[in-house]
């Protein structure tokens, strides 16, 4: 077939615009040859395709399509080369020749042009095309069955979804292209299936409010219709485009959260199947035209003379469907229903009054009255029923010949009962004053009702919306205030600014208390708790505010009827601040519930949310909440689960919640047991019983965690005890508040966590707390205890079981030694200074027992050794400060000392009170002078035990004293007349090197630790040398560059190259051990090239000629580093940047790795050295 340059399927875009040409105009001349190029009847062009085209001979065509091809022949044999076919010509004559293939890329171009065809699509959306048996294709006629025969049906879908139209292509090799082809139409007739399913839905949503309902907001408008679903989904999508486009994005981003159930980003996630409306703007400037009702419109139709056309383009007709105009038909009759209906159901209701009206007339017929008062309630009813409108509406427009609109009726608790009306209009007044109606001028007119009526309609007044509702009705009593506010309240809620929405909670929390109807109550509050989307805590104070005024207003009943579902119902709100404002809410509300509801229904709640929320600042309102519950519950089986619950508030991993029930928890929960006596009782030794316990299994590692929680109980029970004491002594009756009684003093007591551990604040008040403290300390000086049950137990009780505690703890921890000693300053100095001198020290003294005489007793003094010592010294003997105790707790040091180093004794328990003692700089002081008492003791024990403690005290010391009290104490002692004496000062020097900046003094430091290396007669002490080396390795990590440099690693090697002539074996793998150690912890630093190879190397080489013959082990491990330091050396040049890095990390090398992991295991001496020589860093 012979096409030339003939296109039969060209769509230009020309046809576009000649279809938009409003006076048809036909092409310029100057276009005609191009247009006779391109045509497909041009005269160039051969007559076969005109053929192929409009032939009819192999098919009967319908009428439709003979006029169509009647009308292309006619328009091509006239136009010339102007002439063009139609599209749906081309369709029917593609459709007419089964060029079915043909007519489906047809039908899929125009798709993707956005020009529809109905006639093509139709075809393929109708299964019954492709269940012919008698079509097949072109190509195929003459073959006849067989592979080229009938189409047949997929089962699948039913349409051409599983057709293979690549049997009748013709090229049997593009079978997989034509096949997508069919995917691709496939995948399209399944969106248009989901648009249409779509539609259904949509539909089906629009039509879910019964028809009675829509009825009933048809003729009373002032319901306002709900919301539909579809309806609040694309308006929320309409206003998230507005903020977006406005640049409104953090009110975009809080709208898109609170509406987290639709995605903004598609507007098919809406769910309508209707063109996206336009945005807002266009909205709200198109409002006034409104669009016309059913009624006023009209079917037109206009005629247009096929001569008047310009061009030669067949134009399809424009009719109205037959559909379209059913759906005018019932749109219109579903209209007049409406108002029919209203209209019955206005007269149903006037009846309906007529007849009460009638019985409550024919009721008072007896009572006299004015003709005009008689007639005034039947007329005015008669007329405010006219309005179809007034079920519980106020709006009446009468004539001015009519009576005034009173009634005599009760009113209805539950409905507004102000009428107010319109200008020219009469008001319906009942208030509680009695007043009565309000009187207008009445024009001296002839009018009828009617014609007023009429008259007065042309007011522009709007009564038909839920808004115009409420505007037009005035309320005349607080009931009907309330009804209008709950009404409304819900609308204007969502429209307030997120920021100022606390301004409506005076609105709301009024409107619920005031509100008749239990229902509107109920969502009222749950607006008010829904009222801010993340509370701040301003805002949440304002909303506890208000739930505590409206719990004061309503009583414990509605509380918990109506204020603690709306807790309930937020117990588990993913945010915080929201669960955060129940638990606060729980505590608020604890005074006015019902005290069954307090201890069972709040306290569950506030146990669940304490055990199961994950955020701190919640369970801290948990744990403050409960504590203001335990201050109010008086129920006694409830005091197991309050002892679980402190328990569990001491133990969560929160420091907060921890603090929280410190400051609230403890002390509401001690002061119900001080009221049931059960704090002396259970509470305490509860308490007490766990410490001993923890202390039993303490054998096998002792949890100091919870040691710290029961002790820090223990602690803030402190001030509820001292009350108690107080409260029930024997002077309580005589404590008068009035006379001279003395103030307290401000250090009298330690410093409360917060004002409900103040004793004032639980006595009562300081005025009263001031009498009862002069009564106890002259009843403890003069008197006695005799009778005072209460200070008994914790003489007799409370004290010894607490000293025997103190006694089975290990004294190396230096947290349970820290925590007691608090422990018994704060104890020491709540019960006051008499009761800590008269019953406190001696039970003490009396266990410490330090008498000369015991002095070689060492039976007698094991307890000299355990943490009794350092918790006695810094927890008892430093609660005063004056002279007398200091002078108290220098002996009592001396003392210690003394018989710890006569006694061959460890000295734990020194170093233990020199340590929590020496963290405070005022008693730095203190403790030199015990020192400088052990330095010119005459024995020389003593002496080796004071130069030890100089050790610890350096560190803490500020550099003055150590000038002038610490090193030249040192410098006594190192040329002490005992050797062992002088060795001992060794590692106090090691420390000063460590931590002191002064030159001068590390000069001096320097010189006295270089006459203990280069003396003659320190050559052969084996000790000296074993102290020197030991101090070495751990301060010269930290020392100054300068002083490990020319000091440590030059005698390093000295003493590393003596070392391999010494002759006693003992001795010589003693110091090769320590050296061992040194040199691990010194390889670490960075060391230059010069020391590295005069100094550092040859002590390497010289200690490993040692580990040779003594420790093979250890002999692995040297070989590495000296191979790892010859190669830094070697390398030098290149790798000066990594010259610092540490040989010890580098000494799993990959020809040492195997055998140093395996030697590690083996070693028995210097595990614990060894395992620092990776930790140490420069």
């Not at 599209?87 to 125009?110: M, W």
């Not at 569950?604 to 600042?617: E, G, I, N, Y």
Request: one cysteine or more.
């Amino acid at each position: 077939m012979a096409t030339g340059n003939v296109n039969p399927f060209n769509i230009s875009d020309s046809e576009d615009e000649a279809e938009q040409r409003p006076d048809g105009a036909e092409r310029s001349p100057a276009d005609g040859p191009q247009g006779q190029a391109s045509g497909p009847f041009s005269p160039q062009a051969d007559a076969e395709p005109s053929g192929l085209l409009l032939s009819s001979s192999r098919t009967s065509p319908g009428a439709e399509g003979v006029s169509v091809s009647a009308a292309t022949v006619a328009a091509a044999a006239a136009g010339g080369a102007e002439a063009r076919v139609s599209v749906d010509a081309i369709a029917a004559q593609l459709l007419r020749d089964q060029y079915v293939l043909t007519a489906l890329e047809f039908h899929t171009e125009l798709l993707e042009a956005g020009r529809e065809l109905p006639r093509l699509r139709d075809y393929f959306s109708n299964p019954g095309n492709f269940e012919r048996q008698s079509g097949t294709p072109p190509a195929c006629k003459e073959q006849g069955p067989g592979p080229g025969g009938p189409l047949n049906r997929a089962g699948s879908i039913s349409t051409l979804d599983s057709l293979d139209f690549a049997r009748y292509s013709d090229d049997g090799n593009r079978e997989s292209d034509e096949r997508v082809a069919v995917l691709e139409f496939e995948l399209r007739k399944a969106k248009d299936t989901i648009q249409a399913l779509r539609a259904n839905l949509t539909q089906a949503a629009e039509c879910e409010v019964p028809s009675q309902e829509r009825k009933n907001f048809k003729s009373s408008p002032e319901i306002q219709e709900p919301i539909r679903p579809l309806e609040k989904r694309a308006l929320n999508f309409l206003v998230n485009e507005y903020l977006l486009k406005n640049e409104y994005k953090l009110s975009s981003i809080t709208f898109s959260d609170e509406n987290d159930d639709q995605d903004f980003e598609l507007w098919d996630d809406v769910g309508l199947n209707i063109p996206k409306p336009p945005d807002l703007l266009q909205l709200y400037r198109n409002c006034g035209n409104s669009l016309p009702s059913p009624r006023d419109k009209s079917d037109a139709s206009v005629g247009t003379d096929s001569g008047e056309l310009g061009g030669h383009y067949f134009q399809q007709p424009v009719q109205k469907t037959e559909s379209v105009q059913q759906a005018e038909v019932v749109q219109e009759l579903e209209y007049q229903i409406g108002l029919l209906n209203s209209e019955k159901q206005s007269l149903a209701e006037q009846i309906r009054r007529l007849q009460s009206e009638i019985q409550t007339l024919r009721k008072n017929v007896s009572t006299p009255s004015a003709p005009t008062e008689e007639m005034g309630p039947s007329r005015s009813e008669m007329a405010c029923n006219k309005n179809p409108l007034d079920n519980g509406q106020y709006l009446d427009v009468l004539g001015a010949s009519e009576p005034e609109c009173t009634t005599d009726s009760k009113p209805d608790p539950l409905a507004p009962t102000s009428t107010p009306t319109q200008p020219h209009t009469k008001f319906k007044s009942q208030t509680s004053h009695g007043k009565g109606p309000v009187q207008f001028d009445r024009p001296n007119r002839k009018l009828s009702p009617a014609f007023h009526q009429a008259l007065l309609s042309f007011c522009r007044m709007s009564a038909d919306s839920r808004l115009g509702s409420e505007v037009s009705r005035i309320a005349d009593s607080e009931e009907s205030v309330m009804l209008m506010l709950g009404r409304c309240l819900p609308h204007i809620v969502p429209n307030v600014l997120l920021a100022k929405r606390e301004e409506l909670i005076p609105l709301i929390l009024c409107t619920a208390c005031l509100h008749p109807e239990p229902k509107e109550r109920d969502q009222l509050l749950h607006i008010l708790f829904n009222l801010i989307k993340r509370p701040d805590d301003e805002q949440r104070q304002m909303i506890l505010t208000g739930c505590v005024a409206f719990a004061r207003h309503v009583g414990p009943t509605r509380v918990e009827a109506e204020l603690l579902p709306q807790c309930w119902e937020q117990i588990n709100h993913k945010y915080p601040e929201r669960r955060l404002l129940v638990a606060e809410s729980c505590g608020a509300l604890a005074p006015y519930l019902p005290k069954e509801i307090r201890s069972s229904l709040v306290l569950s709640m506030l146990q669940q949310m304490l055990a199961d929320d994950k955020a701190d600042m919640v369970r801290e309102a948990v744990v403050k909440s409960l504590g203001i519950i335990m201050g109010y519950i008086d129920d006694t089986d409830k005091y197991l689960q309050g002892f679980e619950l402190m328990l569990l508030s001491l133990g969560d991993p929160s420091e907060r919640v921890v603090s929280a029930t410190h400051q609230v928890f403890i002390p509401a929960f001690a002061a119900w047991t001080m009221e049931l006596g059960n704090l002396q009782s259970q509470l305490m030794p509860a308490l007490l019983t766990r410490i001993e316990k923890l202390l039993k299994q303490g054998d096998h590692g002792l949890d100091e965690h919870k040691l710290h929680i029961f002790l820090s109980a223990l602690q803030s029970l402190i001030p509820p005890l001292f009350a108690l004491v107080l409260q029930n002594a024997p002077f309580t009756s005589r404590a008068k508040l009035h006379g001279d009684v003395p103030s307290i003093e401000v250090t009298r007591f330690p410093r409360p966590a917060s004002p409900l551990q103040d004793v004032a604040t639980i006595v009562g008040s300081r005025e009263q707390l001031a009498a009862l403290l002069q009564l106890y300390d002259h009843q403890l000086q003069h008197e006695g205890t005799t009778g005072w049950e209460s200070l008994l137990w914790v003489v007799n009780q409370l004290l010894p079981q607490l000293i025997e505690i103190v006694g089975r703890i290990n004294v190396t921890s230096s947290t349970c030694v820290h925590e007691f000693s608090r422990f018994f300053w704060r104890f020491c100095r709540t019960f006051g200074k008499i009761f800590t001198n008269t019953k406190v020290k001696p039970q003490f003294q009396e266990i410490l027992r330090l008498s000369e005489e015991n002095v070689d007793a060492t039976a007698g003094n094991g307890i000299l050794t355990k943490a009794t010592v350092p918790i006695y010294a810094t927890g008892v003997l430093t609660c005063y400060n004056q002279e007398e105790d200091r002078k108290l707790l220098v002996g009592f040091l001396e003392d210690v000392m003394t018989t710890l180093s006569l006694s061959h004794a460890p000295l734990g328990s020194l170093k233990a009170s020199f340590v929590e003692l020496g963290a405070n700089p005022a008693y730095h002081e203190l403790l030199l002078t015990v020192l400088w008492y052990g330095v010119v003791h005459t024995s020389a024990l003593v002496r080796c035990t004071a130069a030890r403690m100089f050790e610890l005290l350096v560190k803490g010391v500020n550099e003055t004293l150590v000038a002038q009290r610490v090193v030249p104490a040192l410098i006594t002692l190192s040329s002490d007349p005992e050797i062992s004496v002088r060795i001992s000062t060794i590692p106090a020097f090691g420390t000063i090197m460590e931590t002191v900046t002064q030159k001068e003094l590390l000069e001096r430091v320097k010189m006295q630790l270089a006459s203990f290396l280069e003396d003659p007669q320190y050559q052969d002490q084996h000790s000296l040398h074993m102290e020197i080396i030991k101090t070495f390795g751990r301060v010269g990590p930290n020392a100054e560059p300068r002083f490990r440099d020319e000091f440590v690693l030059p005698h390093l090697h000295k003493l590393a190259l003596a070392n391999n002539i010494q002759m006693v074996e003992v001795k010589r793998i003693d110091i090769a051990t320590q050296l061992f150690e040194a040199y691990s912890a010194l390889s670490c630093c960075f060391i230059s090239e010069e020391l590295m190879v005069n100094h550092f190397l040859p002590g390497l080489r010289c200690l490993r000629t040692d580990m040779e013959t003594l420790s093979p082990e250890h002999e692995v491990i040297l070989s590495s580093m000296i191979k790892e330091c010859e190669l830094k050396v070697e390398n030098r040049g290149v790798g000066e940047a990594q010259g610092s890095m540490s040989i010890a990390a580098s000494l799993v090398g990959e020809d040492a790795k195997t055998k140093f992991l395996n030697k590690m295991g083996q070693l028995t001496t210097s595990g614990a050295m060894l395992a620092n020589v990776f930790q140490r860093k420069k």
